[in-house]
């Protein structure tokens, strides 16, 4: 009998259980007490592309498309620090003279705070084989090379732009066909040790310096390409040399997927893990994606626009990156690699849904802010969300993948829920469309609609 009554209240006790959880609300609780990393920014790169912007007939149109308030509102430029001859800091070139007039224009009017820049190669001169592709810097000129990024700052200075940071390599551990230059990690890690850093510190000590920067975020799965991981170049820097510390420098990597095709042609592309850069971050470094895209076929739908936002979401949460910057800001392309795709006639121009998703964050997710902990209570596993907080301002981008509309609560710690909520949705046949959510005593009822992106704005008292 005893046994029986056992077994009885056992059953009850998961009746009752089972039957709660069932019956939990569906909801986001905000968590604003519990802060993760600071947002240092969301920006593009027209490293390269410059000039085919500065030439288009609406380029003052796309640049606030980009950097403007009623466009993305980005605080991050990245720009080419180009390999001159030994005389010429700022040539006459086209491309300088484009690069200078997209850097103003988001300065001076777009208010753009992080002019940033980064180096493909060296000069030609100081290089192993003579050439701006491949071939490696020469130890003899590794402290005339920091002294000539340095004049490049200067140089830029004098010309009324404020650099935020600069990056003596891009992707260093990939010889590529164009500009390009080999780096070993300890080739860079002596580099910004003994040169670049203490010329730096002297001359323009305001600057950051960024490094990393290899195509792969993290190390790919096949060990023959750990030469382009950014993750195993910054820890080997790190390991090898103690004083390559603190906020002077900006740990980054790049998130390419890899063609592993073109090494061995029976696999598929490998996506190399959204990880945190734990050294970096112990040593007092904050982290970001100087660069990413895509260059498999132009699709400018929902589906892609889903695809980048889930991507966006996952380097905030999963790396604690502090910074975010897309590849291509408007290119005249037939891939995935730009946010605007600009029309080859010099007239037209054409906006991404990834555009649009991206503008889910960059517009409403204040430079400053912190991402706070976020919890969700019974939605489905594909559904993503993270939040925001700068003041007294909160923000939480919700990404519903799924072909069913959900209704849910949502909820902040330990706060009282006062003021309406502003929503902007992002969905195949919307971008940023506002509606007004009044409070339901301690939460709000939001809806996400099918295959969108929405933020959420409000106040916390």
């Known amino acids: 009998m005893k046994h029986l009554i056992w077994i009885l209240c056992l059953n009850l006790f998961l009746y009752t259980t089972l039957s709660y959880a069932g019956n939990l609300p569906t909801q986001i609780i905000l968590y604003p007490q519990q802060k993760e990393q600071v947002i240092d920014g969301f920006g593009i790169a027209q490293a390269g592309w410059a000039d085919k912007l500065y030439e288009h007939h609406k380029r003052t149109?796309?640049?606030?498309?980009?950097?403007?308030?009623?466009?993305?509102?980005?605080?991050?430029?990245?720009?080419?620090?180009?390999?001159?001859?030994?005389?010429?800091?700022?040539?006459?070139?086209?491309?300088?003279?484009?690069?200078?007039?997209?850097?103003?224009?988001?300065?001076?009017?777009?208010?753009?705070?992080?002019?940033?820049?980064?180096?493909?190669?060296?000069?030609?001169?100081?290089?192993?084989?003579?050439?701006?592709?491949?071939?490696?810097?020469?130890?003899?000129?590794?402290?005339?090379?920091?002294?000539?990024?340095?004049?490049?700052?200067?140089?830029?200075?004098?010309?009324?732009?404020?650099?935020?940071?600069?990056?003596?390599?891009?992707?260093?551990?990939?010889?590529?066909?164009?500009?390009?230059?080999?780096?070993?990690?300890?080739?860079?890690?002596?580099?910004?040790?003994?040169?670049?850093?203490?010329?730096?510190?002297?001359?323009?000590?305001?600057?950051?310096?960024?490094?990393?920067?290899?195509?792969?975020?993290?190390?790919?799965?096949?060990?023959?390409?750990?030469?382009?991981?950014?993750?195993?170049?910054?820890?080997?820097?790190?390991?090898?040399?103690?004083?390559?510390?603190?906020?002077?420098?900006?740990?980054?990597?790049?998130?390419?997927?890899?063609?592993?095709?073109?090494?061995?042609?029976?696999?598929?592309?490998?996506?190399?893990?959204?990880?945190?850069?734990?050294?970096?971050?112990?040593?007092?470094?904050?982290?970001?994606?100087?660069?990413?895209?895509?260059?498999?076929?132009?699709?400018?739908?929902?589906?892609?626009?889903?695809?980048?936002?889930?991507?966006?979401?996952?380097?905030?949460?999963?790396?604690?990156?502090?910074?975010?910057?897309w590849w291509g800001g408007a290119i005249p392309t037939s891939n995935n690699e730009s946010l605007i795709v600009l029309g080859k006639n010099g007239e037209d121009y054409s906006l991404t849904k990834r555009y649009d998703t991206f503008g889910n964050y960059t517009r409403y997710i204040p430079v400053g802010s912190h991402r706070i902990r976020t919890e969700q209570v019974s939605l489905p596993d594909t559904v993503r969300v993270s939040s925001f907080c700068k003041g007294n301002q909160h923000s939480t981008v919700a990404i519903n993948p799924t072909n069913k509309t959900i209704t849910c609560r949502l909820a902040i710690k330990g706060c009282k829920v006062t003021g309406n909520l502003q929503a902007y949705t992002t969905t195949a046949k919307k971008k940023w469309e506002e509606n007004i959510i009044k409070p339901n005593k301690s939460y709000y009822t939001v809806t996400l609609l099918p295959e969108s992106v929405t933020t959420l704005v409000g106040s916390i008292n």
């Open 61 to 325: 149109e796309v640049m606030d498309l980009l950097f403007g308030k009623d466009g993305l509102c980005l605080s991050i430029l990245r720009g080419e620090i180009f390999p001159q001859s030994p005389t010429d800091t700022i040539d006459k070139s086209l491309k300088t003279k484009a690069q200078l007039w997209v850097s103003h224009y988001a300065q001076d009017i777009c208010n753009v705070d992080k002019l940033i820049y980064s180096a493909w190669t060296p000069p030609a001169h100081m290089k192993s084989n003579g050439k701006d592709s491949h071939g490696f810097l020469k130890p003899e000129y590794y402290q005339a090379y920091a002294d000539y990024l340095v004049n490049f700052c200067k140089a830029y200075q004098e010309n009324g732009l404020h650099i935020y940071a600069i990056s003596p390599s891009n992707e260093p551990g990939y010889e590529a066909p164009w500009n390009s230059c080999k780096w070993t990690p300890g080739q860079m890690g002596q580099f910004l040790s003994e040169n670049l850093a203490p010329v730096m510190k002297e001359h323009c000590p305001a600057i950051k310096i960024i490094y990393g920067e290899n195509p792969t975020w993290s190390t790919p799965q096949n060990p023959m390409l750990q030469f382009i991981s950014s993750d195993k170049f910054v820890n080997e820097i790190l390991d090898t040399y103690p004083d390559v510390t603190g906020d002077m420098f900006i740990a980054s990597g790049h998130g390419y997927d890899i063609p592993v095709s073109e090494y061995f042609k029976d696999l598929k592309d490998i996506a190399t893990p959204i990880i945190r850069y734990t050294k970096a971050i112990e040593r007092g470094q904050n982290v970001w994606v100087t660069e990413i895209s895509s260059t498999d076929p132009l699709d400018a739908g929902m589906a892609n626009g889903l695809k980048w936002a889930a991507t966006y979401h996952d380097y905030l949460t999963k790396a604690n990156i502090n910074g975010f910057v």
